[in-house]
């Protein structure tokens, strides 16, 4: 059974920054490309940063480019999102979201990714 256990979020001020890990099991992660996801009340889900296998590619969404760094460990079947200088409008329930097959473009589409999981909440205050 495959599980994304997320966490590391929490509630900080803006200009803040917080790390959101997600931990990987029952799949073989090193075969994954792995993703990071938010959706805000109210809002549909937006990309946030993508990752390929190794780790050597990433894409990020527009909104939180140079803002926003993706890694992962596969020793640790991990993914990470480091966030700084967060701002308000970074609120919102953030996902992680492994998908088997290879980064290429279009991996900011949710329906390309096989597995989701239950997400962990960011709030920014201002």
């Known amino acids: 059974q495959v599980q994304l256990v997320e966490s590391g979020g929490g509630s900080v001020q803006a200009g803040g920054s917080l790390r959101l890990s997600c931990a990987a099991s029952?799949?073989?992660?090193?075969?994954?490309?792995m993703g990071w996801f938010r959706q805000a009340p109210g809002k549909a889900r937006e990309f946030v940063a993508t990752i390929g296998r190794s780790g050597g590619d990433t894409y990020y969404g527009d909104s939180v480019k140079g803002r926003f760094t993706i890694s992962r460990d596969n020793a640790k079947n991990t993914v990470y999102l480091q966030m700084i200088s967060l701002k308000p409008e970074d609120t919102a329930i953030y996902y992680c979201?492994?998908?088997?097959?290879?980064?290429?473009?279009?991996?900011?589409?949710?329906?390309?990714?096989?597995?989701w999981g239950q997400g962990t909440q960011v709030t920014v205050s201002s």
């Open positions: 979201a492994a998908a088997n097959r290879p980064l290429v473009a279009g991996m900011s589409v949710g329906a390309l990714y096989d597995y």
């Open positions: 029952g799949l073989i992660f090193s075969r994954y490309t």
